[in-house]
């Protein structure tokens, strides 16, 4: 097992991911033809949709093999409407390499992979990726590294060369430098060739291994006490120190190339294979005992109970209902029988197969560290543990951020209503930020979605993979509410009937939280006011009531609803009374505390040509934007904004005839906010 990589690409829309896993696929021998973007011939972006738009969608898992270490890899979208993709990778993966663009640097979506990589604790690399494009940097996208993302990074390799000029690396760590042939050179193999460190590169070199040292000795201290006393510090010694400190996410080592002309990749390999950690470095993965809810470890070896968290659930054309496993413990063979502890039910694992993006290869069993996709699991969805029933275990589940774009959806003729919603669910089962619902009010099939490109790429897919043609309704934004102040109120059902009657009498105290601290709720009662059976069911009132809210009929969120008295009746109250009594309170109780309506708020970053620069903020000037900071050169500027989401449909189409299609942006969901008094109802209406 110490010779399993579990890695995925991660990075900012653009910087390259595909790109370089399609090298590595084929340097590893795994493929025997580059796969290119722009001729739709990739392995890993298989979709049509990704051939055409010429970006990544759906994360696309393989296997490889470099001396003799199994890598695993996932490729990741780099579209923050893809996100729940990053998301769901990360939470299987051990180690990940974050591709950055050399000359732009850390890009707003950089920012947020590398948040979700920080939550889950993945050990990673930095790979600076189109070192031979005009403009690139390889110390400013490393100091940016720093100062954006906090991060300690430490660059293991340096660039022989820049924009046209690049040729090599110089490895830091080995105090090697090789060059590379060039991308016309066929005969070559693309195989580096070992020259002497550039007579101009000696005292930069020297200063750069210096810092490495430096920084890899203040993570060890046997190594701190050799380097204080000048003692040498051998490769071995050097290598093992920095796998450690890599592995502990103290140090991020950087490493440099350029993936569409195949230089650099080959020793990022090298570099995943020694510094990134197996499923043995990584700590243990805990779970709970569904039973006692007690702690349970789940040691990384094959001697130990099965378990397995399903990350991603897929419908193949010709297999049918994929389920992709993440093994942490165990191993299991095709056509056993299973427990999904998540959900509480028994499971047959029929078949077994190890991915090549869409291509399968089925295998006898999986075992501990490894990623397997099984045909046959029909209750098992995201998130869910499988495992065997006599040592049950439920592993940390992944979460989701929620929707914020949504769409009305219904389709173009009769015959299609019934196959409408049936791929609707299907598609809501492989993506759990697709969100689908029917309005009572209006009858309608709502479909939410993390943004318009993400709504338009699953629509695409219901013509194509699903034959159902729909239409669609203009993009509605996923407002919210919340109170201002606090308030007291009491709720009361009473019903008297033939025979028993219903009595539920509540009085609760409602407070605002701060964003983002979601719902609370309290039981204050003393002395047996209200029976504690009928606690739960108050707080399931409560939390339908605020599902729907009040004024404006949308969710209500961030507020701390307490439970401080009542009153019961010995023959009729009932779970339901207090039910609808809680719900009816905390309606009343918002009433009174001031509610107010809520906005997502994007984060925008715009880069656009200098000479763009005053019609841009003009335009931004007029979404209700709040400009933050402007960085750049008279050539090119970015603008780094936030925009209310209401106001950003139809952006990019806007951005590109403002600035003849030069300027490029990229925005992220970043936080709920209040909503202007005067336009609210104005929101709402439209």
């Known amino acids: 097992m110490d010779k399993i990589r579990n890695i ?11 790109t370089v896993t399609e090298r590595v696929l084929y ?10 973007i722009d001729e739709g011939t990739t392995v890993m972006d298989w979709m049509s949709q990704e051939k055409e738009r010429g970006i990544t969608i759906t994360s696309a898992a393989t296997t490889c093999e470099w001396n003799g270490y199994d890598i695993n890899i996932i490729d990741t979208p780099g579209h923050v409407d893809f996100t729940a993709e990053v998301e769901r990778s990360l939470r299987v993966l051990d180690g990940a390499v974050v591709v950055f663009e050399s000359v732009a640097g850390v890009q707003p979506q950089s920012e947020t992979v590398w948040r979700q990589a920080n939550k889950y604790r993945v050990p990673r690399m930095c790979f600076i990726n189109k070192m031979d494009r005009l403009g690139a940097n390889f110390k400013r996208a490393v100091d940016m590294i720093t100062t954006r993302l906090k991060a300690n990074p430490v660059p293991i390799q340096l660039p022989i060369g820049a924009e046209s000029s690049f040729s090599g690396i110089i490895d830091l760590v080995e105090e090697k430098a090789f060059v590379f042939p060039e991308d016309d050179d066929k005969d070559s193999n693309y195989t580096p060739t070992e020259i002497d460190i550039p007579s101009d590169m000696v005292e930069e070199v020297k200063t750069y291994r210096e810092n490495l040292i430096e920084k ?7 190594l701190m006490n050799k380097y204080l006393e000048e003692e040498p510090i051998s490769l071995e010694e050097l290598k093992v120190a920095l796998r450690k400190a890599t592995i502990n996410n103290t140090i991020v080592p950087v490493l440099c190339g350029t993936a569409l002309k195949t230089k650099g990749v080959q020793a990022m390999l090298d570099a995943v294979c020694d510094y990134l950690p197996s499923p043995l470095d990584v700590p243990a993965m805990t779970g709970l005992d569904p039973k006692s809810g007690g702690e349970i470890d789940v040691p990384a070896n094959n001697d130990s109970p099965f378990s397995a968290l399903a990350f991603k659930v897929m419908t193949d054309p010709h297999v ?19 427990y999904n502890s998540t959900k509480g039910i028994k499971e047959r694992l029929g078949r077994v197969l190890t991915m090549h993006a869409n291509h399968r290869e089925e295998t006898a069993e999986v075992s501990a560290g490894s990623i397997a996709a099984a045909i046959g699991l029909k209750n098992t969805f995201t998130g869910d543990t499988i495992c065997v029933e006599g040592s049950a275990v439920v592993l940390e589940s992944i979460s989701f951020p929620e929707p914020v774009v949504s769409v009305a959806i219904e389709p173009k003729t009769r015959i299609d209503q019934e196959k409408l919603i049936d791929s609707l669910i299907k598609l809501a089962e492989e993506d759990p930020t697709f969100q689908i619902k029917v309005d009572d009010e209006t009858g309608q099939t709502i479909m939410s979605g993390m943004g318009e490109l993400h709504l338009e790429v699953l629509v695409e897919r219901l013509r194509r993979e699903f034959q159902v043609d729909a239409n669609i309704g203009k993009p509605r934004v996923s407002f919210r509410e919340t109170i201002t102040s606090s308030s007291t109120a009491e709720g009361r059902f009473v019903r008297q009937t033939g025979g028993h009657g219903q009595y539920g009498h509540v009085e609760l105290e409602i407070e605002p939280l701060e964003r983002n601290a979601g719902f609370q709720f309290q039981n204050k009662i003393m002395g047996g006011a209200i029976p504690r059976e009928f606690i739960n069911p108050v707080q399931a009132g409560i939390k339908e009531a605020l599902e729907t809210g009040v004024t404006f009929g949308y969710p209500v969120i961030d507020v701390k609803v307490s439970l401080v008295d009542g009153s019961h009746h010995p023959v009729d109250s009932s779970e339901m009374a207090f039910k609808m009594a809680g719900s009816i309170g905390v309606k009343e109780a918002i009433r009174k505390a001031k509610p107010v309506l809520l906005e997502p708020i994007m984060a925008i970053e715009v880069v656009t040509p200098g000479e763009y620069l005053g019609e841009v903020l003009g335009d931004l000037g007029g979404r ?23 106001e950003t449909f139809g952006y990019t189409t806007a951005l590109r005839s403002l600035t003849q299609g030069r300027a490029s942006q990229s925005m992220e969901f970043h936080h709920y906010e209040e909503v202007p008094q005067g336009i609210a109802g104005e929101l709402v209406n439209a």
């Open 216 to 222: 890899v000795a203040e993570t060890d201290d046997s």
């Open 624 to 646: 209700r934007s709040r400009v933050e900071g402007m960085e750049g050169t008279d050539e090119m500027q970015t603008i780094k904004a936030f925009v209310p989401l209401a």
């Open 320 to 338: 049918g209902r994929l389920v992709y496993l993440r093994v942490y413990s165990g191993n299991i063979k095709a056509g056993s029988p299973v």
């Open 27 to 36: 340097f590893s021998g795994r493929t025997h033809k580059i796969g290119n």
């Open 8 to 18: 995925g690409f991660i990075a900012h829309i653009d910087a390259g991911k595909t």
